[in-house]
């Protein structure tokens, strides 16, 4: 199982670090997770109902910003992310869930558009994850080339006993011809050195009901779901999903921080102008998908959003236009 090096996690303030305490499994194996604990009442804080100024829900979040902000859009350099920017040391902000047209059935994006969009929100990089299946690595740096910009692999895999998993690091098999168990994915990806992350955690499955937190159940689906066994499983949580609402972002993030696992974002985006609604924000220059598992596996990155990272929203006044590309497809 390939970890970070030791100086890159204990270099890391405290707040980016994640305890990782060994722990039995349901089979009885003993593996590098983190510990649970009950729900405290910072967790249950975080739960509450939001502020109803803009008229939505705004989830209460607990965990801690460290992004700085800014007023331009960041570019990647071949180099270093944190050079050529007049000295800065800005953190990275790379959309890591991205369906395109090339490879998920529910998309039609040209993911030349969807690059063109990211860099005019000021996206760092981005993870293209199609739907059971990863892209070749030739064909990502032909794209990330062109471009001028950090583009990373990675899949979203249907499970069969839960449901969606983001995996990095994962070469073979190129495309699922089944779906895995959650722990058949678990080797999988340990065998490769790989990364996961539990996608939209409460989408589908104990996704809780609205109408239950106004009837005093948030203690009791707290626990429950600090006890789901997929937490064992998993590198990271998607806490800040694209296409979540506020109550399940919350949600999950207080699950997160009750399983002391670390949060991602991505915006799940099927059309280009939904790209880089949320975002994960690195700590540290992400130039290969080897540096995008290290951070992960050492939690060295938190997930968030433009409001969350104080960060000025430019994304409607930045929108591509549509066109097609050359394999006749178009962006819907």
Same mark, same amino acid.
């Given at each position: 199982?390939?970890?970070?090096?030791?100086?890159?996690?204990?270099?890391?303030?405290?707040?980016?670090?994640?305890?990782?305490?060994?722990?039995?499994?349901?089979? &009885?194996?003993?593996?590098?997770?983190?510990?649970?604990?009950?729900?405290?009442?910072?967790?249950?804080?975080?739960?509450?109902?939001?502020?109803?100024?803009?008229?939505?829900?705004?989830?209460?979040?607990? *965990?801690?910003? %460290?992004?700085?902000?800014?007023?331009?859009?960041?570019?990647?350099?071949?180099?270093?992310?944190?050079? &050529?920017?007049?000295?800065?040391?800005?953190?990275?902000?790379?959309?890591?869930?991205?369906?395109? /047209?090339?490879?998920?059935?529910?998309?039609?994006?040209?993911?030349?558009?969807?690059?063109?969009?990211?860099?005019?929100?000021?996206?760092?990089?981005?993870?293209?994850?199609?739907?059971?299946?990863? *892209?070749?690595?030739?064909?990502?740096?032909?794209?990330?080339?062109?471009?001028?910009?950090?583009?990373?692999? &990675?899949?979203?895999?249907?499970?069969?006993?839960?449901?969606?998993?983001?995996?990095?690091?994962?070469?073979?098999?190129?495309? %699922?011809?089944?779906?895995?168990?959650?722990?058949?994915?678990?080797?999988?990806?340990?065998?490769?050195?790989?990364?996961?992350?539990?996608?939209?955690? %409460?989408?589908?499955?104990?996704?809780?009901?609205? #109408?239950?937190?106004?009837?005093?159940?948030?203690?009791?689906?707290?626990?429950?779901?600090?006890?789901? *066994?997929?937490?064992?499983?998993?590198?990271?949580?998607?806490?800040?999903?694209?296409? #979540?609402?506020?109550?399940?972002?919350? %949600?999950?993030?207080?699950? #997160?921080?009750?399983?002391?696992?670390?949060?991602?974002?991505?915006?799940?985006?099927?059309?280009?102008?939904?790209?880089? #609604?949320?975002?994960?924000?690195?700590?540290?220059?992400?130039?290969?998908?080897?540096?995008?598992?290290?951070?992960?596996?050492? /939690?060295?990155?938190?997930? &968030?959003? *433009?409001?969350?990272?104080?960060?000025?929203?430019?994304?409607?006044?930045?929108?591509?236009?549509?066109?097609?590309?050359?394999?006749?497809? /178009?962006?819907?």
């Amino acid at each position: 199982m390939i970890r970070p090096s030791t100086a890159a996690v204990t270099n890391a303030p405290a707040s980016w670090r994640y305890s990782r305490r060994a722990r039995p499994t349901r089979s &009885g194996a003993t593996v590098a997770r983190s510990s649970l604990r009950r729900p405290q009442r910072s967790l249950l804080r975080s739960l509450r109902p939001f502020s109803r100024a803009t008229g939505r829900l705004c989830a209460r979040t607990t *965990w801690a910003s %460290f992004a700085r902000k800014r007023t331009t859009p960041a570019t990647f350099s071949n180099t270093s992310n944190s050079e &050529g920017r007049d000295g800065e040391d800005l953190a990275l902000l790379i959309d890591m869930h991205c369906h395109t /047209g090339w490879g998920s059935g529910d998309s039609h994006t040209d993911p030349n558009v969807l690059i063109e969009q990211a860099k005019a929100y000021g996206l760092d990089g981005l993870c293209i994850t199609e739907h059971n299946q990863v *892209w070749d690595q030739k064909r990502i740096e032909q794209l990330a080339d062109k471009h001028d910009f950090l583009l990373l692999g &990675g899949m979203e895999v249907d499970t069969s006993d839960y449901g969606h998993v983001l995996v990095y690091g994962l070469r073979q098999p190129r495309r %699922f011809q089944r779906f895995p168990t959650v722990a058949e994915l678990r080797r999988m990806v340990d065998e490769a050195g790989g990364a996961m992350v539990l996608a939209h955690p %409460f989408r589908k499955r104990e996704k809780p009901p609205g #109408a239950d937190f106004n009837k005093g159940r948030a203690r009791e689906m707290l626990e429950e779901a600090l006890d789901l *066994w997929v937490f064992d499983h998993v590198d990271a949580v998607e806490v800040h999903n694209g296409l #979540a609402g506020g109550i399940e972002r919350a %949600f999950a993030g207080a699950v #997160a921080e009750g399983r002391e696992l670390p949060t991602t974002g991505g915006s799940d985006t099927h059309r280009h102008p939904e790209v880089g #609604a949320t975002f994960t924000v690195f700590a540290d220059g992400i130039r290969t998908e080897r540096d995008l598992v290290d951070a992960i596996r050492g /939690g060295l990155m938190h997930g &968030g959003d *433009w409001a969350s990272e104080g960060i000025p929203d430019r994304r409607h006044d930045n929108v591509v236009k549509r066109h097609h590309s050359a394999n006749g497809k /178009g962006n819907s």
